[in-house]
């Protein structure tokens, strides 16, 4: 604790987010607004690709829309001003592609250019924490052992991760540097967001049973057995907030990696059907009915896929909007992000995330899975992202 009040005590500290409008990037916003105080953070700039979404406030707050496709020379120009007080940052900037190989292109050079500017137009820089993900143990693509910890060997090369990339780039960079690094690698974000992003289970969840209740229709799982009855963890993304501003400002997590999960873990066969029930729907009509026999290593089964199922029902969404006066919603129907939800429920395998190595060293947050599910329901119908709780009658 000492180190803790060494570093913070008489030393304002600015923050730079990046990805303010993701579903990171704004719970981290939404943290350092609500949770700290001037004498603590003095300002929090805020980047995105487009204009700011959310409605937050807080004099604090400045925002600056950069493109990080840009070279670092064309973001220095553009960041000199605004952000050249900046003494820790967090990047989540993230260009969503569903096809693995543009995805790890699309990503490498985003975080790089970023890093070349920052470091150059930042005399104070104190610390850069890049948020990575479960992908670094390459989940999404073949099983691994459970639970990965951080120092799980990599799976394959650096050019089929673009974590791998990032990473190295940053630790390479750093050295001989006095600022420190720290990585986030944080389960599937149970979160909202102002804005569509690339992946959002609980808003696709939130969409596919609302849709379901509407037609009177069944809300089966689109997963196979080995996954239903399988594991899982997930990270809630004001918690994901908690982690990286503890790692990212004690002296004693300098320059070290870190899973990020609620603390918990389920077993679909249970879980989906408790969220199933939250919509009204009985929790009968919400199991899963594919049977795996012999799956391979990196085997996908789906009995349906969430993408072709969402092809028909966007009149269903539009008339249940209207019918709870909650037109604004309507959108909402683009947001669903299925294509990666079927990358995740198609898998054979369970992932699990250790955390234990946030708890060795000091951290002791946690979140129930259900709860983080409600509470970001209810954010949702804050926003007037979904329709209110009359829906679902
Ligand atoms: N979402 C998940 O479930 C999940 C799970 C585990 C790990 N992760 C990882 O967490 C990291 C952050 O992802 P996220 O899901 O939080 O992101 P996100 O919600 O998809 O948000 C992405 C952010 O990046 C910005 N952005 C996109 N293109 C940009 C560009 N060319 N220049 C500057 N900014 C750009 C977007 O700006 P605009 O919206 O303003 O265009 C948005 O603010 C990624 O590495 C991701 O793989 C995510």
């Not at 570093?7 to 350092?32: C, D, P, R, S």
């Not at 050079?109 to 992908?135: C, V, W, Y």
């Not at 791998?164 to 630790?171: G, M, N, R, T």
């Not at 089964?301 to 028909?312: E, G, L, N, R, T």
């Amino acid at each position: 604790m000492t180190a803790i009040q060494v570093e913070t005590k008489g030393q304002q500290k600015v923050a730079f987010i990046t990805g303010g409008n993701g579903i990171t990037g704004n719970a981290i916003l939404e943290y350092l607004v609500t949770k700290t105080t001037a004498e603590e953070w003095s300002k929090i700039i805020v980047t995105s690709n487009s204009p700011l979404a959310s409605t937050i406030e807080d004099s604090r707050v400045v925002f600056i829309a950069l493109d990080f496709t840009q070279d670092s020379q064309k973001l220095i120009k553009q960041m000199q001003t605004v952000c050249a007080e900046t003494t820790h940052t967090y990047f989540s900037s993230y260009v969503h592609r569903d096809d693995f190989r543009e995805l790890n292109y699309a990503n490498e050079r985003l975080f790089e250019n970023f890093l070349l500017a920052i470091t150059s137009i930042a005399p104070n820089l104190k610390n850069i924490t890049l948020q990575t993900g479960g992908k670094y143990y390459n989940v999404h693509i073949q099983p691994a052992s459970n639970p990965l910890r951080e120092d799980h060997h990599r799976a394959v090369s650096k050019s089929e991760n673009f974590y791998y990339a990032q990473e190295d780039f940053l630790k390479d960079y750093q050295k001989n540097k006095n600022w420190t690094w720290n990585v986030i690698r944080p389960q599937a974000i149970i979160g909202s967001t102002y804005k569509p992003n690339g992946m959002n289970s609980a808003l696709s969840f939130a969409l596919y049973f609302l849709i379901c209740k509407r037609s009177g229709t069944k809300a089966p799982m689109p997963t196979n057995s080995s996954y239903w009855e399988g594991y899982d963890d997930m990270a809630y993304a004001p918690l994901i907030a908690d982690l990286t501003i503890f790692v990212s400002t004690q002296p004693r997590c300098a320059n070290e990696a870190f899973n990020c999960t609620n603390g918990d873990s389920v077993c679909w066969k249970y879980f989906w059907p408790q969220l199933a029930t939250y919509f009204g729907i009985d929790p009968a009509d919400a199991s899963s009915q594919l049977t795996v026999t012999e799956p391979g290593d990196g085997d996908v089964q789906q009995p349906f896929s969430f993408a072709s199922w969402a092809k028909d029902k966007r009149p269903v969404w539009d008339k249940l909007c209207e019918e709870t006066g909650s037109a604004s919603s309507k959108k909402t129907f683009d947001c669903g992000t299925w294509q990666f939800q079927d990358w995740v429920f198609g898998r054979t395998w369970s992932a699990l995330l250790s955390v234990s190595k946030a708890r060795r060293y000091g951290w002791t947050g946690y979140m129930d899975s259900f709860d983080s599910f409600i509470a970001t329901f209810d954010e949702l119908v804050r926003q007037g992202i979904i329709p209110p709780p009359a829906a679902r009658q």
